[in-house]
């Protein structure tokens, strides 16, 4: 079995428990991201009344992104082993839910997730938990492609121990360090802006926060003379011709939020659509075409 390490500390003198999460030897860690000090806004009930509510857990920080390589697994197959771990361990259960009474899409963009295709969620089928024990919380959403499942596990609270041997990520996309982006868009001159939601086959982007934006437009605001472009993209579903105008208009929503949100001056970007015509991988699959709808900037000047 892979383990997920953690050591959980507790305030009763000289206690602690050393507490694993097993996952099958087929699964491999495919992202993880580790924070210090962070808030976390942990959902508490479903999504309703345009509204999903949370609380606000602080504390180190981790999220990881594992993933199973079977098919036909259900998302309740998936979950509910980590489930009967954390209840063994002696966690308490705070909310649980499956798709629509999660409140569906609105919820899954209503919480972190890390992008495809280290983590996919099909929006037609997930299952979400969240745990709870002294000093710490976790939480659990998986979902599952036609080849794969996919499970993401938050942890705030717990001292965060190294992070097990695992497979490497299979992502083609840019792993990008957002302290260091700027240095990897003057680099590489392109990064995709990884951790954007856009509704099914809608150009509306959605609330966020979204980092990217915020380190994209640190950069432009600090190098007034740069000029980028913001360049959609899209999976092989439907026409050339609409495609291309749907990732033109999603990158013009993006342009527009820097403009609107940040204080970016419209005259350093501009907004392009390429469709299909520039994927990332295969549009055979779910994961791949999830991977495939992006939007990228691109540096398209230099001093």
Same mark, same amino acid.
């Given at each position: 079995m892979?383990?997920?390490?953690?050591?959980l500390?507790?305030?009763?003198?000289?206690?602690? $428990?050393?507490?694993?999460?097993?996952?099958?030897?087929?699964?491999?860690?495919?992202?993880?991201?580790?924070?210090?000090?962070? =808030?976390?806004?942990?959902?508490?009930?479903?999504?309703? =009344?345009? &509204?999903l509510? /949370? @609380?606000?857990?602080? #504390?180190?920080?981790?999220?990881?992104?594992?993933?199973?390589?079977?098919?036909?697994?259900?998302? $309740?197959? !998936? &979950? %509910?082993?980590?489930?009967?771990?954390?209840? =063994?361990?002696?966690?308490?259960?705070? +909310?649980?839910?499956?798709?629509?009474?999660?409140? #569906?899409?609105?919820?899954? +963009?209503?919480?972190?997730?890390?992008?495809?295709p280290?983590?996919?969620?099909?929006?037609?089928?997930?299952?979400?938990l969240?745990?709870?024990s002294?000093?710490?919380?976790?939480?659990l959403?998986?979902?599952?492609?036609?080849?794969?499942?996919?499970?993401?596990?938050?942890?705030?609270?717990?001292?965060?121990?190294?992070?097990?041997?695992?497979?490497?990520?299979?992502?083609?996309?840019?792993?990008?360090?957002? #302290?260091?982006?700027?240095?990897?868009?003057? /680099?590489?001159? %392109?990064? *995709? !802006?990884?951790? !954007?939601?856009?509704? /099914?086959g809608?150009?509306?982007? #959605? =609330?966020?926060?979204?980092?990217?934006?915020?380190?994209?437009a640190?950069?432009?605001?600090?190098?007034?003379d @740069?000029?980028?472009?913001?360049?959609?993209?899209?999976?092989?579903?439907?026409?050339?011709?609409?495609?291309?105008? $749907?990732?033109?208009?999603?990158?013009?929503? *993006?342009?527009?939020?820097l403009?609107?949100?940040?204080?970016?001056?419209?005259?350093?970007?501009?907004?392009?659509?390429?469709?299909?015509?520039?994927?990332?991988?295969?549009?055979?699959?779910?994961?791949?075409?999830?991977?495939?709808?992006?939007?990228e900037? &691109?540096?398209?000047?230099?001093?």
């Open positions: 892979r383990t997920l390490a953690r050591l500390l507790f305030c009763t003198p000289v206690t602690a $428990l050393g507490q694993t999460l097993e996952f099958p030897s087929n699964a491999s860690l495919e992202a993880e991201v580790r924070e210090a000090e962070a =808030d976390y806004a942990l959902p508490t009930g479903p999504f309703a =009344d345009d &509204i509510p /949370t @609380r606000t857990e602080t #504390g180190p920080f981790r999220q990881q992104a594992w993933r199973v390589n079977a098919g036909g697994l259900t998302t $309740l197959q !998936l &979950i %509910r082993p980590l489930r009967q771990q954390l209840v =063994d361990a002696g966690y308490v259960i705070l +909310f649980e839910c499956e798709t629509e009474t999660c409140g #569906g899409f609105d919820f899954r +963009f209503g919480t972190p997730v890390l992008p495809p280290a983590m996919y969620v099909d929006l037609g089928d997930f299952r979400f969240s745990a709870q002294e000093g710490d919380v976790v939480t959403l998986a979902s599952r492609s036609a080849n794969s499942g996919f499970i993401q596990v938050i942890t705030v609270g717990a001292e965060i121990a190294p992070a097990t041997t695992a497979a490497p990520a299979r992502s083609e996309r840019p792993a990008v360090d957002l #302290g260091d982006f700027g240095a990897v868009l003057e /680099t590489d001159g %392109r990064v *995709v !802006l990884a951790d !954007l939601a856009f509704q /099914t809608s150009s509306s982007l #959605g =609330d966020g926060p979204f980092n990217t934006l915020q380190s994209l640190d950069y432009l605001l600090d190098n007034p @740069r000029r980028i472009a913001l360049v959609g993209h899209t999976d092989a579903e439907g026409s050339l011709e609409g495609n291309i105008a $749907l990732s033109r208009r999603r990158a013009n929503s *993006v342009l527009d939020r403009v609107e949100s940040y204080g970016v001056p419209r005259g350093q970007m501009e907004a392009q659509g390429m469709g299909y015509l520039a994927p990332l991988s295969t549009n055979l699959t779910a994961e791949g075409r999830d991977l495939n709808r992006r939007v900037v &691109i540096v398209t000047n230099t001093p």
